[in-house]
């Protein structure tokens, strides 16, 4: 087999099946775990329902009675609906109505403990934060096998310790322990598949809708259990899964070249073809290129700002995915707010947002990375601007049903959006800092979210809430125009020289030795490469 035939890791992978039986199952089972971290995510959005309650000042009265008092707030024996006091006396206690068992019912967390309910929600986002560096290094030092699979044996267990949670201190603790697990599984989940995908299936692992699959089960369980702790449960059961092999790409960065070989071996097997005979030396050229530039140096956050490019395009993203966190996560968990059923609300947000994948899906490839982004960064502005207008101009309750119609729209926009950054931002960067660099955007997302009750508060000021909205749409929808395009380009493997940036087309008479030279020499360099034939495929180099 020729040199330019077989000279990247995708080249091996296009030769032992592309999308095969090995590609599909690696998809579906570590990218499938959006489906339980879905759930485990918006466990808030039914624990933080405010149901119908009673305050009690001084007279205990029955069950039977509570449930027959009305909706307009009367009071009967020294109790009302929904009051903090009655009569200017303070309550002592409160009966919650009907069957939901929510953190809310559970603890009392009404009145002047109500702040609780958007504290709690932002505390296990906050969670998040640490987990996107624990993620990022972890996947990078130890592997993305043991970082995804220790990380989702915890998300069980502090599931199943958080179920049985006695107080809401306790409570607090456990969502944030869980935000910090959930931070961690969403590092990995996205670079962790793309690794064993050759060039042409990269866009098809975060297209598929796992986190809206898991949302509707979680609101379908909900509407079934209405009781929190047992939610958990489900949870904890939903998140069992088959273990796949570690990346043959970070085996070989790492210099483990027979561990690396012998994955291949497994994934040929597996998609029914033969390893071609010059995966070895693929195997091993990565393994040399990242000995001779890293120097067994251990790469940190800080590697994704050297250089002016690199830093530009960290620095977009990072706007970009907090941008879509604050809006996402304040519309998700102000669905109480909607107008109808919340099963119902919950459940139809999440479904909706299949036709957000699939809409990535059909286009990424054919739009490119940073068209189909742009676009979807404009709808959710036009979404936004809309929101704003009807809260101005219309009143209850079509503004109601039609503010609600919107910002269920605008999650199927960001889910969108997200799943082509997704992409994007995993070919932006080499696979020795590709977990870092999906890390930080992550990070960047989770202030996003931690700041996202408070900032996209629709209970308390809509209108502030569509207008903070359209701003910060417009400014990341401008940004990213800015960036590289990086469709059909081959991902890089190391942090100076890269894979991705010059592909060898037609260079026979021309050796590894001779590019690395000619590399090293930015103007004469450049037109030697010309003439030999290597063609500059514009990735992402962190070091320009």
């Known amino acids: 087999m020729s040199y330019h035939k077989l000279s990247t890791i995708e080249d091996i992978y296009d030769q032992i099946g592309g999308l095969g039986r090995f590609q599909l199952a690696a998809m579906f089972l570590v990218a499938g775990l959006k489906f339980p971290l879905g759930w485990s995510m918006m466990l808030m959005s039914y624990a933080g329902y405010i149901g119908d309650f009673v305050c009690i000042t001084d007279v205990e009265m029955d069950h039977t009675m509570l449930t027959n008092i009305s909706a307009s707030g009367q009071t009967v024996n020294g109790s009302a609906l929904n009051a903090c006091s009655v009569n200017g006396t303070a309550c002592t206690d409160f009966k919650f109505l009907g069957s939901k068992r929510t953190a809310i019912s559970e603890w009392h967390l009404v009145c002047d403990r109500r702040w609780l309910k958007a504290t709690i929600t932002s505390i296990q986002l906050a969670g998040v934060i640490p987990g996107t560096f624990l993620g990022g290094l972890s996947g990078d030092y130890i592997g993305r096998r043991y970082t995804t699979y220790g990380s989702l044996l915890l998300h069980v267990i502090m599931n199943v310790i958080s179920a049985y949670s006695v107080t809401w201190q306790m409570f607090v603790v456990m969502r944030f322990l869980l935000g910090t697990i959930m931070g961690i599984l969403l590092i990995m989940i996205v670079p962790y598949p793309a690794e064993f995908l050759p060039t042409r299936w990269r866009h098809v692992a975060p297209a598929i809708p796992f986190w809206p699959m898991g949302v509707t089960a979680f609101a379908g369980v909900a509407w079934w259990l209405e009781d929190w702790s047992l939610i958990q449960h489900g949870c904890a059961i939903a998140s069992a899964v088959i273990i796949i092999p570690e990346s043959p790409r970070w085996l070989a960065t790492q210099g483990?070249?027979?561990?690396?070989?012998?994955?291949?071996?497994?994934?040929?097997?597996?998609?029914?073809?033969?390893?071609?005979?010059?995966?070895?030396?693929?195997?091993?050229?990565?393994?040399?290129?990242?000995?001779?530039?890293?120097?067994?140096?251990?790469?940190?956050?800080?590697?994704?700002?050297?250089?002016?490019?690199?830093?530009?395009?960290?620095?977009?993203?990072?706007?970009?995915?907090?941008?879509?966190?604050?809006?996402?996560?304040?519309?998700?968990?102000?669905?109480?707010?909607?107008?109808?059923?919340?099963?119902?609300?919950?459940?139809?947000?999440?479904?909706?947002?299949?036709?957000?994948?699939?809409?990535?899906?059909?286009?990424?490839?054919?739009?490119?990375?940073?068209?189909?982004?742009?676009?979807?960064?404009?709808?959710?502005?036009?979404?936004?601007?809309?929101?704003?207008?009807?809260?101005?101009?219309?009143?209850?309750?079509?503004?109601?049903?039609?503010?609600?119609?919107?910002?269920?729209?605008?999650?199927?926009?960001?889910?969108?959006?997200?799943?082509?950054?997704?992409?994007?931002?995993?070919?932006?960067?080499?696979?020795?800092?590709?977990?870092?660099?999906?890390?930080?955007?992550?990070?960047?997302?989770?202030?996003?979210?931690?700041?996202?009750?408070?900032?996209?508060?629709?209970?308390?000021?809509?209108?502030?809430?569509?207008?903070?909205?359209?701003?910060?749409?417009?400014?990341?929808?401008?940004?990213?125009?800015?960036?590289?395009?990086?469709?059909?380009?081959?991902?890089?493997?190391?942090?100076?020289?890269?894979?991705?940036?010059?592909?060898?087309?037609?260079?026979?008479?021309?050796?590894?030795?001779?590019?690395?030279?000619?590399?090293?020499?930015?103007?004469?360099?450049?037109?030697?490469?010309?003439?030999?034939?290597?063609?500059?495929?514009?990735?992402?180099?962190?070091?320009?």
């Open 256 to 544: 483990r070249l027979e561990e690396s070989y012998k994955v291949l071996e497994k994934m040929a097997r597996m998609n029914g073809k033969t390893l071609p005979p010059a995966a070895m030396d693929v195997v091993r050229k990565i393994a040399e290129e990242e000995k001779a530039i890293a120097k067994k140096k251990k790469y940190t956050y800080w590697d994704l700002f050297k250089g002016k490019r690199s830093c530009f395009i960290t620095i977009v993203f990072s706007l970009q995915w907090v941008v879509m966190a604050i809006i996402y996560y304040g519309i998700s968990f102000g669905v109480n707010s909607f107008v109808g059923n919340l099963y119902l609300n919950i459940f139809l947000m999440n479904a909706v947002q299949f036709f957000g994948y699939l809409f990535t899906a059909l286009v990424i490839n054919r739009m490119g990375r940073r068209p189909t982004s742009v676009f979807l960064m404009a709808v959710l502005l036009a979404i936004s601007l809309a929101c704003v207008s009807l809260q101005k101009a219309v009143s209850e309750p079509t503004r109601g049903r039609w503010i609600s119609g919107l910002c269920q729209f605008a999650t199927v926009v960001i889910l969108a959006c997200w799943s082509a950054s997704q992409v994007w931002i995993t070919e932006s960067y080499p696979t020795v800092i590709r977990s870092l660099s999906y890390g930080f955007v992550m990070l960047s997302a989770r202030i996003g979210s931690t700041l996202a009750p408070f900032v996209v508060n629709l209970d308390e000021m809509p209108l502030l809430s569509f207008v903070l909205m359209s701003i910060i749409a417009l400014v990341s929808m401008v940004t990213i125009l800015f960036l590289p395009e990086t469709s059909n380009q081959v991902m890089q493997e190391s942090v100076g020289r890269s894979t991705g940036k010059t592909k060898v087309e037609n260079a026979d008479g021309l050796t590894p030795e001779d590019i690395d030279n000619i590399e090293g020499n930015s103007g004469e360099g450049e037109s030697m490469l010309t003439r030999a034939g290597v063609v500059n495929t514009a990735g992402i180099n962190p070091d320009v």
